[in-house]
């Protein structure tokens, strides 16, 4: 038992950029999104704030730092599996199931940018 959770605790460090890039990517959407921002009622928040008019979009800046946050998680992996296992097979099975993670959740949040946020746009706010 004492083996297991000690091999559970070393996957869970492997994962730290992966949950950092979560963490960053869904910041985004919850203060950027549009149609979030109206359901939750944001909208009229915004304008006693004295904001009459929004766009919002992500562009490029985000699609950079989604794809260098992968690439350090990538990194990050390959690293830590050195000095995290010592078995090769228990090495193999983290890096193989960590890449695959990594490049599963990369396509999502690229697919997500794209289908909603066309990559020439940015956070534009004009104040009254």
Do not use: C
């Not at 460090?13 to 203060?31: A, E, H, M, T």
């Not at 006693?48 to 990538?74: C, D, H, K, L, N």
């Not at 830590?80 to 960590?98: C, D, E, G």
């Amino acid at each position: 038992m004492k083996q297991k959770i000690n091999v559970l605790l070393r996957t869970l460090i492997g994962f730290i950029p992966l949950w950092l890039n979560n963490i960053v990517s869904l910041r985004y959407f919850l203060f950027v999104d549009r149609e979030l921002i109206f359901e939750l009622g944001y909208d009229g928040y915004l304008e006693q704030s004295g904001i009459r008019e929004y766009q919002f979009g992500i562009g490029w800046a985000a699609q950079i730092g989604t794809f260098a946050i992968m690439v350090a998680t990538v990194i990050w992996i390959l690293i830590t599996s050195r000095f995290l296992f010592k078995n090769k097979k228990h090495k193999r099975i983290y890096k193989a199931v960590s890449l695959v993670i990594t490049l599963i959740m990369y396509i999502f949040w690229v697919w997500y940018y794209l289908d909603y946020y066309p990559l020439n746009q940015n956070i534009e706010i004009h104040y009254m």
